[in-house]
């Protein structure tokens, strides 16, 4: 493996587990990337890939969980009924911003885990981190 695949794998592993509950930015690993030269729109393309794959594992991990499993380790069941009415309210639409840093992990859990649907989870949920990702690469662009 040479310097360019190490690179973009690199990319692709931080953006993939950034979307989990790991403390990591897979921001500043676009940038290091960019700043070293590398195409900005592969770049792009790479960790949006990444990070959405990544996303997508937290909305399967809450697709298998089960809402009685909240009640077991001490929520209070109004609590669990109200966060659920929140979620089929807003539903897929929360994907949308499952980018933003300490909640959008959890959102992504949570949507599966009350099932919201998943097409357009997934659909909203690339989108959103796509535009997250384009935001950070238009310096690079020109």
């Known amino acids: 493996m040479d310097y360019f695949e190490i690179s973009f794998f690199g990319l692709f592993l ?9 403390p990591i930015a897979s921001e500043g690993i676009l940038l290091l990337v960019l ?11 790479i960790a949006t ?16 969980g089960n809402p009685l499993w909240l009640k077991r380790v001490g929520f209070k069941e ?3 009924i ?9 539903g897929s639409w929360l994907a949308f911003i499952s980018w933003l840093p ?18 357009p989870v997934i659909v909203l949920m690339i989108i959103g981190k796509f535009l997250r990702y384009f935001a950070l690469i238009i310096p690079w662009l020109w």
Do not use: M
């Open 78 to 80: 109004k609590n669990v």
């Open 14 to 22: 931080a953006s993939f587990l950034s979307a989990t509950i790991l």
């Open 102 to 119: 300490f909640i959008g992990d959890p959102l992504l859990l949570a949507l599966g885990f009350f099932k919201a649907p998943f097409f």
């Open 49 to 64: 890939l990444g990070n959405s794959l990544g996303g997508s594992t937290n909305y399967l991990i809450g697709w298998f």
């Open 35 to 45: 700043a070293a030269g590398f195409d900005p729109i592969t770049c792009l393309l």
């Open 82 to 90: 109200k966060f659920e009415q929140r979620i089929q309210r807003y």
